[in-house]
């Protein structure tokens, strides 16, 4: 059974940071390529980082972010906690949004996501 357990999101002023993780579970993690997706009210969940397997290697992974984040956010692995982590730095209020992770491509299942509030 696949679990999803996104952490982490709370309010932040803007040009703040956080960082959010994600426990996953039911998954041969190591071997997954890994996602940070996000979803404000009325739009599509989009798609923000991504890193690929690093296989037995404890942490890394080629990783990818669409441009509005490039620059500012970061997301990272630790295989050995199946956990998945994404730094946010330089918070804008435009990244206000639900935060989860999934795998790339994403299943069908979807954890309960972590709120990120960037507001003054």
């Known amino acids: 059974q696949v679990q999803l357990v996104e952490s982490g999101g709370g309010l932040v002023q803007p040009g703040g940071s956080l960082r959010v993780s994600c426990a996953a579970s039911g998954i041969l993690f190591k071997l997954a390529d890994m996602g940070w997706y996000r979803q404000t009210p009325g739009k599509e969940r989009e798609l923000v980082a991504t890193i690929t397997s690093s296989g037995s290697i404890t942490s890394g992974g080629n990783t990818n972010y669409v441009d509005s984040v490039k620059g500012r956010f970061t997301i990272s692995r630790d295989n050995a906690k199946n956990t998945v982590y994404l730094q946010m730095n330089s918070l804008k209020p435009e990244d206000t949004a639900v935060y989860y992770c999934?795998?790339?491509?994403?299943?069908?299942?979807w954890g309960q996501g972590t709120q990120v509030t960037v507001s003054s």
């Open positions: 999934n795998v790339n491509p994403p299943l069908r299942y």
